[in-house]
């Protein structure tokens, strides 16, 4: 039985370490895919100012000027060189500024804001 038990565990883990190498592939292919969508959708709404940060850890800021199917070109605003980067590199990539969500939801805390004070000030002062 404790023979029958240490094969079975064995042969489990012989699989999975086979299975690991094609799992890694596939998130890498799915991380490149979800990066060049990305890339593409913020090039088409004219959100081309971006921030792009790197599987080396290293940071790049600047402007999608173009893309094709292996990678994109983001010029540097200050020199305007462009720099080639690979989707396979890109590690995320995030626009620079508040988001719209973060601006709507400030604006809504601060109309909560005023009207919880105007409610609060008309509370107290409507028996004078």
């Not at 038990?5 to 998130?27: E, G, K």
């Not at 305007?80 to 400030?106: F, H, L, P």
Request: proline share 1%; with cysteine.
């Amino acid at each position: 039985m404790k023979r029958t038990l240490t094969t079975l565990f064995l042969a489990l883990a012989i699989v999975l370490c086979l299975i690991q190498p094609a799992v890694r592939a596939q998130q890498q292919l799915d991380q490149t895919a979800k990066v060049k969508t990305e890339v593409v959708n913020r090039l088409n709404k004219k959100e081309e100012r971006v921030k792009v940060r790197l599987h080396n850890g290293t940071e790049v800021k600047g402007r999608i000027t173009q893309t094709n199917e292996n990678g994109f070109t983001l010029s540097n605003e200050k020199t305007k060189t462009g720099t080639d980067i690979a989707y396979a590199d890109v590690q995320n990539v995030e626009g620079r500024g508040m988001s719209k969500t973060k601006k709507i939801a400030i604006g809504v805390g601060i109309g909560a804001a005023i009207f919880a004070a105007a409610f609060a000030y008309a509370f107290t002062h409507i028996w004078d």
